[in-house]
């Protein structure tokens, strides 16, 4: 998750303009979740199933898993949690 943060932020600092996956990246890598709406009104996205689905690879690279959901009012929200490693015992 740091590595993605620290992307975005050296991205951010060297004058590179974040695109809309990164925007969307980088929101639901900090635990956050995101509906169609809401991903419209921050980050101008028309079509939040099609940028998941674009960033779906990178975020498993990453170790993170999709999330699907319904919010309150029947929406679909998008997130991610981080994807544990199985532990293996050595006996």
């Known amino acids: 998750m740091t590595t993605i943060i620290l992307n975005v932020l050296v991205k951010s600092l060297v004058g590179y303009n974040m695109t809309k996956q990164d925007k969307v990246l980088n929101y639901l890598t900090r635990g956050r979740t995101l509906s169609q709406d809401s991903a419209y009104n921050m980050f101008d996205v028309g079509n ?4 998941i689905s674009d960033i779906k690879p990178h975020l498993k690279s990453q170790g ?7 919010g309150r009012q029947g929406e679909t929200r998008y997130g991610v949690t981080k994807t544990r490693r199985k532990t293996t015992s050595r006996r």
């Open 48 to 51: 939040l199933r099609a940028t």
């Open 64 to 70: 993170f898993t999709l999330i699907k959901s319904t």
